[in-house]
């Protein structure tokens, strides 16, 4: 689920409608998951605190790394611009 974030209506709406689809129920043969991909509003992370999660950032972080020194590399190798971005490359990721 993207851009729950820019959901206009009161955000426990759309946080209880989420919960009702994911209760766990015992006849239930199927089961739902879900991944939100927008900012973590404190409505959400309440919610559903008690469900598996992980930040994707913390995953994906050394990809963007590599994506940002791959660029630099390509469009302006051994430039001064490259050298005070690559100094920047942390406060980025």
């Known amino acids: 689920m993207d851009a729950l974030d820019e959901y206009d ?3 426990e709406f759309v946080a209880q409608f989420i ?4 209760k ?3 006849d239930s043969q199927t089961r739902v998951r879900i991944l939100f991909s927008s900012r973590p509003w404190n409505v959400f992370v309440e919610k ?8 994707i950032h913390d995953r994906t972080e050394d990809d963007v790394r590599q994506v940002y020194a791959y660029i630099l590399q390509a469009q302006a190798p051994n430039t ?3 050298r005070e971005i690559i100094r920047l ?3 980025i990721v």
């Open 89 to 91: 490359i942390e406060k």
């Open 24 to 26: 766990k129920n015992p």
């Open 80 to 82: 001064q611009a490259a």
């Open 48 to 55: 559903f605190k008690d469900y598996m999660d992980f930040d």
């Open 19 to 22: 919960m009702d689809l994911v």
């Open 9 to 11: 209506e009161p955000a």
